[in-house]
């Protein structure tokens, strides 16, 4: 049966409800972003005063010590940091690619609503081990426990799309993407700011996690008393138990201009270049600047700043795959200015290009996604989607977000960080030429 339209009163109502829950869920998660350089120094420096060989730790910077042993050129021990952080990264995404799917499933078969509250049970827990993070191993914990609750953004996405219909799918798309750019803009710079707010010896950082926490628990609280169901399906069976029965409607059979093959081979390997290089980003600045934590804040914050202002005034008016397209060739010329850079104007400048493209591509994405899936399987394709995103290709497929982080530090560690930002930019203009010669604009986008 066909499911029951959404007033325009309760549609405002939810879409109000998922700006906000999103906008809390986002800023407790960038708070961690720019303190990853401190972060791991801290926790390097603490079990190398424990001197103890078998911590998690030590056997891990072991391990990489041999491997540099093999090669012929030194490798300096700086960089340790950075091949770690991409490996956290990595296996946060990687576990989040591991869970999405799922999430997708049990959303469309239970309810975005219940899928979304256990997702908050999830993410408490893990911010919580933070909380308590006096050793590495803990901290581990944290991640882990985060990586595979994760769903919040892929719910939020598909009750986006619940909730619209073709004319209001793409600026409800754009909504849900200003609450990255939003977030962007405050979270990095407040997570630095408490991160210097020293309330816990054992765990400098245990301010800015405890802040996170009471965050997520807000958030979980909020959905709780005001989030309804918005799954298609459980409105229509509300609706047919207050009215007669009627002939079954049969589904409307969708014409698929982008395969789900192309869609998500086109995000998989722009979430491969570009996610190593947004997290690469923090230890790059405080390698060849020396920046501080507060001062990636910034640099982060008016990333942020920017994308709000394009995804408010320029994203919303423009077709999803003509946001794309600017989104991929900004991308490109960022990554081919990071690594010549040599003055902080250069730095500023790409960071404004990279900016464009958080305020389009993954929108557009998103948009053009929706438009080929189904009420009844939406929630399971917009999880398909991030899994394809986080899965990069092994039989199977692995995460693209899963492999990016990890690959681009290595390469960085490895070959330098000029070397590395030439093989994003070249990889980036291999996603244009699949957003330009590959994708089309779906016959309902055009009438939108």
């Known amino acids: ?47 190398a005063a424990d001197a103890s060989p078998n911590s998690v730790l030590n056997r891990i910077l072991q391990g990489l010590n041999a491997y540099k042993q093999s090669f012929s050129r030194p490798i300096n021990d700086r960089y340790d940091i950075v091949l770690l952080g991409g490996a956290l990264g990595s296996l946060f995404s990687f576990l989040q690619a591991i869970a999405s799917p799922f999430i997708g499933s049990l959303s469309d078969k239970y309810g975005r609503r219940t899928a979304l509250l256990w997702s908050m049970a999830g993410n408490t827990a893990s911010v919580a081990l933070w909380v308590a993070a006096t050793d590495f191993r803990t901290f ?163 990333m942020g700043l920017l994308a709000s202002i394009l995804q408010g005034g320029v994203t919303r008016r423009l077709h999803p795959l003509t946001a794309m397209q600017l989104g991929v060739v900004s991308c490109a010329a960022s990554l081919f200015l990071l690594g010549r850079l040599a003055t902080e104007a250069g730095l500023w400048t790409a960071a404004g290009l990279l900016a464009i493209t958080t305020s389009t591509v993954v929108t557009g994405l998103n948009t053009l996604s929706s438009f080929e899936a189904a009420e009844s399987e939406r929630g399971a394709k917009l999880g398909s989607h991030r899994s394809w995103d986080e899965i990069a290709e092994q039989i199977a497929g692995q995460a693209g977000r899963a492999l990016g982080p990890l690959l681009f530090c290595t390469l960085y560690w490895w070959a330098g960080r000029d070397v590395a930002y030439a093989i994003g930019a070249a990889g980036m203009l291999g996603v244009c030429g699949l957003v330009f010669g590959a994708l089309k604009a779906p016959p309902a986008t055009l009438n939108s």
Not at 15 to 35: G, K, N, Q
Not at 151 to 165: E, W
């Open 1 to 47: 049966m066909a499911s029951q339209p959404v007033s325009p009163e309760q549609r405002k109502q939810i879409l109000r409800v998922i700006f906000i829950s999103l906008l809390l869920d986002l800023i407790s998660f960038t708070f961690i972003l720019p303190l990853f350089p401190r972060l791991l120094e801290f926790y390097r420096n603490l079990e």
């Open 140 to 302: 581990l914990a944290s991640r882990v426990v985060g990586g595979l609750s994760e769903g919040n953004v892929q719910l939020a996405t598909a009750i986006a799309a619940d909730i619209s219909d073709e004319k209001q799918r793409g600026s409800t798309m754009a909504l849900v993407g200003a609450c990255f750019s939003i977030a962007f803009t405050f979270g990095p710079a407040l997570g630095a700011a408490l991160a210097n707010v020293e309330t816990v010896a054992s765990n400098p950082f245990a301010t800015a996690a405890g802040f996170s926490l009471v965050l997520i628990i807000v958030e979980t609280v909020y959905l709780y008393w005001y989030l309804p169901e918005t799954l298609p399906s459980s409105r229509s069976s509300e609706s047919s138990n207050t009215s007669t029965s009627k002939p079954k409607i049969p589904a409307k059979i969708e014409t698929r201009t982008n395969s789900y093959l192309l869609l998500n081979s086109t995000h998989f390997i722009f979430i491969l270049f570009f996610s190593g290089m947004e997290f690469s980003l923090p230890f790059m600045t405080y390698d060849l600047f020396a920046y501080t934590s507060a001062q990636t804040g910034k640099l982060l914050g008016f």
